[in-house]
C-alpha cells in the first residue's frame, strides 16, 4: 500500500485512476491536483480523492508516488515546478499516449521517472465519464529506457496491475512505433472516414447502422489532445498512414479490376488477425 | 397478420427474421428454406420457423412474403426457380447490401418485387448468431423504382417496422452509393488498417486498447460475402476510397509538416459530426 498518491490532473484518465486507487485500496491517501478549484471540488465530489486542491507543491508533498494526468505538453513544466519538494524516494510515471519526448525529458529531470501508457477510455473526456473499472483488464504499457530505477519500475508496475491492468513493457520508441498503428492511426483514419462520408450531401448519417458507429467511435474523442499526440508522434504515425494509404491503392485496384481473388485474399487475411482479438479479453 | 411468411436462407439475417417474426407474431406461419436439411433442422431447433425443409417450392407455396436472405449471386437463380409456384399477390423482397443490380434483376422477373437492406448484423454470421432483437432499432432501407407495385412496397415497409426496424426509403442507386460510404468503405478499409497493424513483426495485438477493437470489429464480416458485396457495388466503393485517400494524404501532409491547425480542424470536424450519432439510438 502507499504512503499517498498525487494524481496531477482531474480528466478521465486522473479521476478514473483515484477512483480506482481509493476502491482497490492502494494507497493510505490520495491527493489530486487540478489547475481550477471548481475541477479540484468536482473531483472530490466524485470521490476520486480524499483531498483536491490547486496547491501543486502541497499536493506532492510527501507522495510516494505521482501520476502526470495532464495533456503532455504541460507535464515537463509541471515536473520543473514540483520537483524541488518532491520526496527523495518518491516515484513518478505519466499516462502520456506518446513516449518517446516526454521520457526523454522527465527522465533527464527526476530521477526516479518511469513512463506509462494505461490504454482506456478512447473517446470520452471529462471527470464525468469516470470509472473506478476504466483499467480493468486495461493493457498498460510501461516503458523503461536504461537509466530507469529498478525498484521505481517495480513500483509503477505494480501500481497499475493493483488498480487492475495488464501491464507490459516496451522501449519508449517501440511503443511509438506499435501504438502509432494500434490506437493512433485508428484514430486519424476514422476521422477521415467520417470526413468523407459527411461531406456528402444526402444525410449519410441517417442510414449508419452499429459498423459503422462501432468503426468511428473514437472519431469523438477531443480533439486539442488528438492534435496533440499526432504532432508528437507525426513520424510514425505519417510511416503507419504511408503503408495504410498503399494498401488502400490496391484494394481500389483490385476494386477496379474487378479481382474477386485479391479482394477476398485480402478480407480473408484481416479476418484471420482480427479473430484472434475475439478470444482475448 | 401475413398468411404465410417464407425465409429463403437459414443465415444470421434469415434466422433474425423468422424469430422476431415469430416472437411478434407478424405471420401466422413462418416457413424457412435451407439448401441442406441439418441447415433447416437447425432453423427449426432455434425456433427460427414453424417449418423448415429444403424444398423450395413447397416454402414458397401459398406465402403472402418472401425474404431472400440468401447471397446476392443466388437471388436470381432462387427467383426464377420459385416463380411459377409464387401467388398471384405474393410479395418479393431482399436483405442483399448492394440493391442497383438485384432490385434491376429481380424488379423485371418478379411483378410484386421490392428492394430491402436491414443494416443489421455486421460482423456474426450464421445462424447461432441470430437473435430475435437484431432489428430493433435496426435501419432498414427499402430501394423502390418507379416500376414498383404500391401496395407491396407498402406490405414491405410495414413487415420491417413490425420486426422492429426504423424504415427509410432511397433508390437504389442512392443506396449503393450512401451504403458504399456508411458501410463497405468502412469494412475495406478496418480490414486494410488490420493487414497493415499486423504485418508489423511485434505481435501488436498484445498492445491494443477498445479504440482499436471497436474500430475493426467489422473486419471479423465473412470474406466470401463480402468479396460480392464489394464487387457488386465496386464502383462506387471504388468512389469512395479514392475520396478517403485524397484525405489521408492531405493529414499526411499535414503531419508532415507538423501544422496543428490543419490537424485540430480536421478533427474538430470529425467530432462535430460523429457527436450526432451519440444522440441517436
Redesign the interface.
Known sequence: MLRKLTILGPGLLGGSIGLAARHRKVARRVALWARRTEAADEAWKLGAADEADTDLLEAVNGAELVVLATPIGVMNTLAQQFKPVLAKDCVVTDVGSVKYQVVTALGELLPRFVGSHP?????QSGIEAARRDLFEK??C?VTPVETTDKPALQLVHDFWKAIGCNV?T?SPS?HD???A???H????????????????G?N?????????????????????M??EI??QN??E??R??????E???Q??AA??N?D?VE??T??????H??????F?V
Chains 1, 2 share one sequence.
Open positions: 490504454m482506456a477510455g478512447s473517446e486495461a493493457v504499457i507490459r516496451l517501440e512505433e506499435i501504438v498503428r494500434v490506437s492511426l485508428p484514430h486519424v483514419v476514422a476521422a477521415a472516414v467520417v470526413n468523407v462520408v459527411c461531406s456528402d444526402m449519410p448519417l441517417n442510414f449508419v447502422g452499429p459498423g459503422f458507429k462501432d468503426f468511428t467511435r473514437v472519431a469523438s474523442g477531443p480533439p486539442e488528438w492534435t499526432c504532432q507525426r513520424q504515425i505519417g503507419a498512414l504511408e503503408a495504410l494509404i494498401e488502400l491503392s484494394v481500389r476494386l477496379e474487378n474477386g479482394l477476398k485480402m478480407l480473408k487475411r484481416a479476418k488477425f482480427r479473430d484472434e482479438l475475439r482475448r
